[in-house]
């Protein structure tokens, strides 16, 4: 098996991805991924073009390697299939965080306010002093501002409170990295308190890993990567992205908008795994960053069928033409359809007896 990710001479756990396609669209050898080293990585397709499964084939080999921790972001709810044999990993159903985890500085945007109006600064300053959702609530109601920043402040904690994903406790990080998946089911959460979770947990992978307080190298597999860039998200992710290599933090960003992603999403990504695109902006996209060993342009090299993906090896400054594998597991991201292909008939009508005739 060729190992994409790393040099012919390393060793270490692998990720069955698949095998090779030949020009003629034919199956070649088997191709693995390099999850010994945490990595970078985006999987980018339009709707349909098997992204999503990717993602889960990517988390299934990771669950068999020795060492390593995936937790899976999961917005649409489509990964719950993780827990079947054999991979057997654990949802989190709308999984809450400690308020105090989330940066004192990130709760006026959380919120929708200006950090430097009164209330602004009034949610800041009670979210530095405070450890818990209830406390910073207390604290702005014995607060000596105006009535009017004071009744502003504890309506919009009220909203966060509505969301119900400030626990007492909240997940831990500890109990996340474990050899089998965790997946954070979201997708019961609107997108500000989706974000907010994710930024916890990003942030705290990285910070665990920092301080060597976990011994597995954690994997962050973010699906619709989209929904959580440039928002209360974004710095987590980035720091991952840029500075993850280091403690050993492996992250994964999958969409299907490439062109919604920060450039430095694509830049900094060491490997990209690209299903097919047509939308303009997305594809320009994925081209502003091709490689200077990339033989053509993207664009002319972009996989046209369903499961095929084109991968860019920054490592070993590769490309190469790939069909992903089946999953392992049920994959709950698989386009439901009315009829199944083996349920049709021919004609795709409802068959007809002839010997019956009409009054």
Known sequence: MHVIGRDADAGGPVCDLG????????TGAPVGLDVNHPHAAVVVGKRGSGKSHTLGVVAEGLARAEGVAPIVVDPMGVFSGLTAAPIDGTVHHDPTVRASALPPSAWPDLLGLDPTSSVGSLVWQVAAETDSLAEMQSAVADADVTAATR????????????????????????D?????PDVLDLSGMDERPASAVVRVVARGVYEARVASAVDHLPWLLV???HAFVGGVADPALRTILTRGRAPGVGLVLATQRPSALPDVAVSQADLRIVHRLTAGPDVSAMAAADPTYLDSN???????????????????????????????TPDGGSTPVAVSERDATPASVPTHDASE???
């Not at 095998?19 to 034919?26: L, M």
């Not at 504890?154 to 007492?168: E, I, M, T």
């Not at 369903?306 to 089946?326: F, M, P, W, Y």
């Open 19 to 26: 095998t090779y396609r030949a020009r003629d669209g034919s």
């Open 151 to 174: 009744r502003a402040a504890a309506n919009h904690l009220a909203l966060a409170d509505s969301w119900d994903v400030f626990g007492s406790d909240g997940i831990a990080v500890s």
């Open 176 to 180: 996340l990295c474990s050899p089998t």
């Open 223 to 225: 699906d619709e990567a």
């Open 298 to 328: 993207l664009e002319s090299r972009l996989p046209r069928k369903l499961g095929c993906a084109l991968v860019v090896d920054d490592t070993t400054e590769s490309v190469h033409d790939v069909r992903v594998r089946e999953r392992d």
């Open 357 to 359: 005739t009409m009054e």
